[in-house]
């Protein structure tokens, strides 16, 4: 028993960069859940957890990708107020139907962020500076476009995106069947896969942990997450804003984790020159992250836009900053090449838990922003450290 | 006082796994012209980092005596305050600053920290006149040419007083009137009382203005040569320099010759814009299916420069000249396109370019051709893990796994590693720039036994080396570059390391 328990640790410690930010995560929330006694880990709260974290969550998805090829992009809370006001016109004033308005305001997105990508990368004006500009331009172009008034989307399946919930295959009061079959299938295919993976890995000789720490490490991912979706099934099941984000999460992981595009990606962030060397176009990588970053921001306008039934001249505002920090908190290198998106979604749920977690116990907002900061130093500091300590062994 | 200015005892200097150097000696008297020569890595750089506190007491034994008295330098500012200036070949400058603030930078003339500018500008055009160099001092070091940059470090030197300058390899990016402008000033200096010491590997500038000429090789001391005892010449001095005994460290195996031409090139010339010159001149070049060729020459001399303009061109420089593969004329302009055309490069620096040291083995091997093991842009993991591991096992890298990080393998694994990654391409033609550099002597014969595994299947294989017994004993022929140029070429036959150096050194 002893020794598996070593192995534990030494897992534990070996692999701590990785689960650094889970663990920040359950510990704000048991934190904030003891302290509102109970209230932060209710149904509700979660739920609404969920949905006020997914405009964030996709910036972050896209960020993550930004920040792993060295580049930073500013424009993003910007870009997503402006298109998501530019979805509220289009669904009010041309009365065009969700399905459409989505799509085509994606497309918008990419060719905006392919723009930022050619100044980036073809005209060498450093990231920063790009991106500051289309912040305060695409600022402006909200205020143009919206005449500084609210514009409401009159429409309530674009409203839904961001406040409805999946229907549900049969009806009991008080649970939702579709979102505990589909938690129950998603556990069931991570478990399946993990061991398929694992078999696959012995079999070319490759080194994998044992048995113990295996099967612990599957049973407490599986507990964990039958933990949430049963809270959230015994409220109103999944939001359309939760299946978006799985999705947008799922896409972008599968890309970088599985394709060569993603493996481009990570080679230029991790050596722009040895990438180049590869005959990998440096510049055409750049394109693509650009591209897919507007892309991203404009589906988080279209989300932030549908939770408030409205476009907002001040929309958007800081979600930059949000998304960059739950990059960072996610474990994203500055010094690039390092990421993945998954720990960016987690990071923004950090960064969004304090921020639910502190409404709850009425912190002001000046605290509020304080603290905040003082989390993102943290997790960042966290982020060297447990870095040159893997060097130092 | 005794005659001599510096003399530098038993000095050790080891780097993880190298000895740079090993009990050097080496005494310079007062007011000479110094001249110290030495193949690439024989430790002449390292002796005067040491020398100018780069390499700080503690870090090095043996003793430092400097007019009499035994040095402790604890860093640069300790060696320039006795009157020990370096001009490194990278020049030191602010290029958006102007001449006399250049000149002025790190030991400002002021009154309680306030800059007097105007002090600071008369002083500037004393210390140019000194060097007859003939600028405003108000020019911005950017619009100065390489030579007249050269001189502004020189009258910086001076500014601070100087007793004891060292140029390391002052005319290596020079063109012939600057270097001859350059060797005068050098000779007038040593009138004003300036002692120099001067790293050069153009044999005849040295033959032309040394007093004294010590050989480093291997980083010993080989000798010193005095001009007042005997005439200095070239051949005494290469003969030094390339002493070593070639034992059998070079597996060469024969292949039969073939007339099929893999790659030649024309009449190729590479402009670099940030340089502002042509760094390849009107190359002629070719391999033929199963050779070896060697590119011989000294650093600077173009041989990666010429490397980087077949393979893509990655630099981005204006080429002129035509490259035939197989015999048919063909346009390179990307890397991705090199590729396509059955052209490798491993790099001369790993670390640098060659490797992605955060990745593991395994990504660092398929990075190039990732297509290969890939069904509709979704990499097949498996057949990744398959192919490196064969890999691993046919250039027998060592390591534990094959996903441990290319950062923490030894240097000449790494090698293997980046050679790997472009055999997987399935070339034809491999460039290998400095393939054994930084690597201990068995991994060097694996590396050898590799380019002969290569041969044997029918790649061409294209070395450039700076180290003349590898590219002896290991070339069919063998190309010499210098300033740009291809200078000669020879068959491995007819080749020896005199000659090279001849070729290499104008």
Redesign the interface.
């Known amino acids: 028993m002893n020794s598996k328990l070593n192995e534990l640790t030494t897992m534990f410690k070996s692999h701590i960069r990785d689960y650094g930010m889970y663990i920040a995560l359950g510990g704000i929330m048991l934190i904030f859940s003891i302290l509102s006694r109970g209230l932060f880990l209710s149904p509700r709260v979660l739920s609404d957890l969920m949905d006020m974290t997914g405009y964030i969550a996709v910036l972050a998805v896209g960020m993550t990708l930004v920040i792993v090829i060295r580049h930073i992009d500013l424009s993003v809370g910007s870009v997503a107020g402006f298109l998501g006001a530019v979805a509220a016109i289009l669904s009010s004033k041309v009365g065009l139907p969700i399905y459409v308005i989505i799509p085509l305001v994606m497309l918008i997105g990419i060719a905006l962020g392919m723009l930022n990508g050619y100044v980036v990368a073809k005209l060498g004006v450093p990231a920063f500076v790009v991106t500051l500009a289309g912040m305060l331009f695409f600022r402006g172009a909200l205020i143009n476009v919206s005449h500084s008034e609210t514009i409401f989307t009159g429409n309530e399946v674009f409203n839904a995106i961001g406040n409805g919930f999946i229907p549900d295959i049969m009806h009991i009061e008080g649970f939702h069947v579709l979102t505990f079959l589909i938690g129950v299938v998603g556990v069931i295919g991570y478990i399946y896969t993990q061991i398929k993976n694992r078999k696959k890995k012995q079999e070319y000789g490759l080194d994998v942990p044992s048995n113990f720490v295996f099967n612990f490490g599957m049973v407490l991912v599986s507990v964990v997450v039958m933990y949430f979706v049963f809270k959230i099934s015994v409220y109103k099941g999944l939001s359309w804003t939760m299946v978006i984000v799985g999705i947008v999460v799922a896409v972008y992981h599968f890309i970088t984790t599985n394709t060569i595009l993603g493996r481009h990606i990570y080679a230029v962030g991790g050596n722009p020159e040895a990438a180049e060397l590869s005959g990998i176009s440096v510049n055409y990588i750049t394109f693509v992250v650009f591209g897919s970053m507007t892309m991203l921001a404009a589906l988080s306008g279209i989300l932030f836009t549908a939770r408030l039934q409205s476009a907002a001249p001040t929309a958007g505002n800081l979600f930059e900053l949000d998304a960059i920090a739950g990059a960072y908190v996610g474990g994203v290198s500055a010094g690039g090449g390092v990421g993945k998106v998954t720990g960016s979604l987690i990071g923004a749920l950090v960064m969004a838990s304090l921020t639910k977690g502190m409404d709850l116990m009425n912190v002001g907002v000046s605290y509020q922003y304080m603290i905040r900061g003082l989390v993102l130093v943290a997790a960042v500091v966290f982020d060297v450290r447990t870095r040159n300590m893997k060097k130092n062994n | 006082m005794t005659d001599n200015i510096l003399e530098m005892r038993n000095i050790t200097k080891e780097f993880p796994g190298v000895k740079a150097l090993d009990n050097v000696n080496f005494t310079v008297k007062r007011g000479e012209i110094h001249c110290l020569v030495g193949e690439n890595g024989a430790g002449k750089s390292t002796l005067m980092k040491v020398l100018g506190g780069v390499y700080s007491y503690g870090n090095y034994e043996g003793d430092i005596v400097f007019n009499d008295e035994v040095m402790r330098f604890a860093r640069i500012n300790d060696s320039e305050n006795q009157g020990i200036s370096i001009i490194y070949q990278e020049l030191a400058l602010i290029p958006y600053m102007s001449v006399y603030e250049n000149i002025y930078l790190g030991h400002e003339i002021h009154k309680n920290k306030i800059i007097n500018w105007n002090e600071t500008r008369n002083q500037a055009k004393k210390m140019l006149e000194k060097v007859k160099l003939d600028v405003n001092p108000d020019v911005k070091i950017k619009d100065l040419g390489v030579g007249k940059q050269q001189l502004v470090e020189i009258a910086k030197a001076l500014s601070k007083d100087v007793s004891l300058l060292i140029l390391d390899e002052p005319t290596s990016a020079l063109n012939e009137d600057d270097s001859e402008n350059l060797l005068e000033l050098i000779m007038e200096l040593k009138n004003l009382g300036v002692t120099c010491i001067m790293i050069s590997h153009k044999l005849k500038e040295v033959t032309a203005i040394a007093d004294t000429v010590t050989v480093l090789r291997d980083g010993q001391t080989i000798c010193s040569l005095y001009k007042e005892k005997e005439e200095i010449i070239e051949k005494d001095i290469i003969k030094y320099m390339v002493g070593r005994e070639i034992d059998d460290i070079f597996p060469k195996i024969e292949v039969e010759k073939s007339d099929e031409i893999k790659l030649e090139v024309k009449n190729l010339t590479s402009y670099d814009r940030k340089l502002a010159r042509n760094v390849v001149k009107n190359v002629d070049f070719k391999i033929h299916k199963g050779e070896i060729v060697g590119i011989a020459g000294i650093m600077g001399a173009g041989r990666t420069e010429f490397a980087h303009s077949i393979?893509?061109n990655?630099k981005n420089y204006d080429i002129t000249g035509e490259i035939y593969i197989n015999n048919e004329l063909v346009k390179i302009p990307?890397?991705?396109d090199?590729?396509a055309k059955g052209l490798a490069?491993v790099?001369e620096d790993r670390k640098?370019?060659?490797?992605?040291?955060?990745?593991d083995i395994k990504?660092n091997i398929?990075?190039?051709n990732?297509?290969s093991i890939?069904e509709k842009?979704?990499?097949n993991?498996?057949e990744e893990?398959?192919v490196v591991?064969e890999f691993v096992k046919s250039l027998s890298i060592k390591t534990p796994?094959?996903?441990q990080e290319v950062n923490n393998l030894s240097g000449g694994n790494q090698q293997k590693v980046a050679i790997a990654?472009w055999l997987f391409?399935e070339p034809q033609i491999l460039i290998l720039d400095e393939p054994t550099r930084g690597i201990d002597v068995g991994a060097k014969y694996e590396i050898y036994t590799i380019m002969n595994k290569l041969v044997e299947s029918g790649l061409s294989v294209i070395m450039i080396s700076s180290e003349l017994p590898e590219v002896l004993g290991m070339s069919d022929r063998i190309y010499v570059m210098a300033e740009g140029k291809m200078t000669g070429v020879l068959d491995a036959n007819e080749a020896t390391q005199e000659k090279i150096m001849k070729m290499a050194t104008l």
């Open positions: 393979f893509g990655y990307t890397t991705k090199a590729i490069y790099s640098g370019n060659g490797l992605i040291l955060i990745d990504q398929t990075i190039s990732l297509k890939a842009l979704v990499v993991k498996n893990i398959k591991n796994s094959i996903e990654k391409v």
